[in-house]
């Protein structure tokens, strides 16, 4: 087979190491491009592409991760952060500002146009065939959509180019390329996302998907359907949200009957002789028992192989220290082998602390979120935003095993991202309960039964599609029910948390704001808040959503009050936006 250039990453080495139908893929070169004269020749060079787009994509996890969180209220400056993330917490951002430069988005952007318009000329000249075109073109506009998602979210207007260009720089000419607002940008994605011909994950067994040294490929990917989800959730079209949402948590209920059917996607507990994702005390009720080495905490550190990872995860990318790109999420994070720039906020903790857990056979109920435990460790007296780092400092040492081994995860999308957003969009639908639901103790406990007899209760069947759930449950009654949904718990619930009561008068408002706020205290430092804050904000026309979080973050912190009010002032006056510069 012909040489090819490849961008070198964990994905190339590892997928393309492993297509055995091929006697040498590939000889690596130092370039970082591909050769356009031996590229593009057959699918494994799509396949290629595919991985190298992948691969450059992942050297924009650590701006993503600041822009997303730092520009909320969940994460917070240390005394080491450098200026550029000073100013990015403070909304103060200078133009010169590297973490608000637009240009790594398009320089993956222009990536993924290119690979496009070589994919085109691949199936014209009959080099790949039109189900093999259809899944790999599908894939990178779902991924380009998603970058461009990104880049309406921090900076508003932007220029939507959909073709190849020499230079990433020709962006930048306003009279090629001219700025589209948000809500224009918006209606493209929607157009060219819905049209792609193939929504489904890549076929198990395909080059595309396989599992290589422990590394489930499927996860890498893009999940097209949730894409059209957050478009959709974005343009306030609650239905069609509802129900590309509804198809992604309904992935598992094929086939038979079993723990996956039960569980992936579902939020459900899991069956015996399996540990699942619940916060559970070897002793209900004692706070000094909350288990560690098993439940909740162990969704950031399982093994990519593992059924906690195939259960919980939908999109989520593997760092390994053998290959690049370098893991600069430990960088960000740690202070240990890292730079330590970043923490978790007052503000956060407060929350966690304002929360109760249910309570024990004695009526008591601990007095905060154990969330906060296992989000966070203190390490050397200092406090650290653990998630992406538990793969790398033990849980129960404090320290690096390896310090030179920085491997990890970069988590993108996970099933309570996926609940949270169906119960945004079905909340705004008028389905109260079904989304109070989701969100605290589950369909049995928003639609419990009087008796053993489940048959009317435990299920939505009256609303129409996305709506009509089945977590009908008998336990010893008659008739016996199983449903698809009989094992869900709702996220408060897998907490062990009591449920949030909702007056009914300003039921939507209410839920809403409780879903955005559960949204903090499950998905904290993973990548969403500034995005679930500005969201909620633009649709209820209302600065003062993401305004007041933000100020009160940075009063927390300690920040001078001139700094906070101005803070909070710019974003009053609706200026949510970076400034587009490179």
């Given at each position: 087979m012909k040489k090819m250039k490849l961008i070198e990453s964990l994905l190339v080495v590892t997928l393309l190491l492993s297509f055995s139908s091929c006697k040498k893929i590939f000889d690596i070169k130092p370039e970082d491009q591909l050769d356009i004269s031996n590229a593009y020749q057959n699918v494994y060079d799509a396949d290629a592409a595919v991985i190298g787009v992948y691969g450059k994509f992942m050297g924009l996890a650590e701006q993503y991760v600041v822009?997303?969180?730092?520009?909320?209220?969940?994460?917070?400056?240390?005394?080491?952060?450098?200026?550029?993330?000073?100013?990015?917490?403070?909304?103060?951002?200078?133009?010169?500002?590297?973490?608000?430069?637009p240009k790594p988005f398009y320089e993956v952007i222009l990536n993924c146009n290119d690979v496009i318009e070589n994919f085109r000329i691949m199936v014209r000249d009959k080099k790949m065939t039109e189900d093999q075109f259809n899944q790999r073109y599908s894939d990178v506009v779902a991924l380009r959509s998603?970058?461009?998602?990104?880049?309406?979210?921090?900076?508003?207007?932007?220029?939507?180019?959909?073709?190849?260009?020499?230079?990433?720089?020709?962006?930048?000419?306003?009279?090629?390329?001219p700025k589209v607002?948000?809500?224009v940008l918006l209606d493209s994605l929607i157009a060219v996302t819905e049209a792609i011909p193939f929504k489904?994950?890549?076929?198990?067994?395909?080059?595309?998907?396989?599992?290589v040294d422990g590394y489930p490929t499927e996860k890498f990917y893009i999940n097209k359907r949730i894409m059209l989800g957050d478009l959709y959730l974005w343009k306030n079209n609650y239905q069609k949200a509802a129900e590309y949402y509804r198809q992604v948590m309904e992935t598992a209920t094929a086939g038979d009957f079993g723990e996956n059917y039960y569980s992936q996607y579902k939020l459900g507990w899991w069956g015996t002789g399996n540990v699942d994702h619940d916060v559970v005390?070897?002793?209900?009720?004692?706070?000094?028992?909350?288990?560690?080495?098993?439940?909740?905490?162990?969704?950031?550190?399982?093994p990519f192989n593992s059924d906690g990872v195939r259960r919980e995860w939908v999109w989520v990318l593997p760092f390994d220290s053998k290959f690049r790109p370098d893991n600069k999420l430990i960088k960000l994070f740690s202070p240990i082998g890292g730079d330590y720039q970043v923490q978790p906020s007052q503000r956060i903790y407060d929350m966690w602390d304002g929360q109760t857990q249910r309570s024990n056979d004695r009526g008591q109920g601990i007095p905060y979120d154990a969330r906060k435990l296992l989000s966070t460790m203190?390490?050397?007296?200092?406090?650290?935003?653990?998630?992406?780092?538990?793969?790398?400092?033990g849980w129960n040492t404090s320290t690096a095993s390896n310090p030179l081994l920085k491997n990890g995860k970069w988590f993108l999308f996970r099933q309570t991202h996926l609940h949270l957003r169906f119960a945004e969009a079905a909340n705004r639908s008028g389905k109260y309960l079904l989304a109070w639901g989701l969100w605290n103790n589950g369909f049995a406990g928003a639609y419990p039964a009087p008796g053993s007899d489940v048959t009317n209760y435990h299920n939505t069947l009256r609303e129409p599609y996305p709506f009509n759930f089945d977590?009908?449950?008998?336990?010893?009654?008659?008739?016996?029910?199983?449903?698809?949904?009989?094992?869900?718990?709702?996220i408060r619930a897998r907490a062990n948390l009591l449920n949030v009561s909702i007056p009914v008068a300003d039921s939507l408002l209410s839920i809403e704001s409780g879903l955005i706020q559960e949204g903090a205290l499950e998905n904290a430092f993973e990548g969403t808040r500034w995005a679930d804050l500005l969201r909620v904000t633009l649709r209820r026309n209302d600065p003062s959503f993401i305004a007041d979080?933000?100020?009160?973050?940075?009063?927390?912190?300690?920040?001078?009050?001139?700094?906070?009010?101005?803070?909070?002032a710019r974003l009053m006056a609706r200026d949510y936006y970076l400034p587009f510069k490179w």
């Open positions: 822009l997303n969180e730092l520009r909320g209220d969940l994460l917070d400056v240390t005394v080491n952060s450098n200026e550029a993330l000073r100013q990015i917490n403070t909304h103060e951002v200078k133009e010169s500002n590297p973490y608000a430069s998603f970058l461009y998602l990104q880049l309406g979210i921090h900076w508003g207007e932007v220029p939507y180019v959909t073709s190849s260009l020499k230079n990433v720089d020709e962006v930048k000419n306003p009279t090629n390329y607002t948000f809500n489904n994950v890549y076929p198990s067994g395909t080059n595309l998907n396989i599992t005390y070897t002793r209900p009720g004692d706070a000094s028992t909350l288990v560690y080495n098993e439940g909740w905490r162990t969704i950031f550190e399982n203190n390490i050397g007296g200092q406090p650290v935003a653990m998630k992406f780092l538990y793969n790398y400092i977590g009908r449950n008998s336990n010893n009654g008659v008739p016996y029910y199983r449903a698809d949904w009989y094992r869900n718990i709702g979080r933000v100020y009160e973050k940075l009063i927390k912190s300690g920040i001078a009050s001139g700094s906070a009010s101005a803070a909070r």
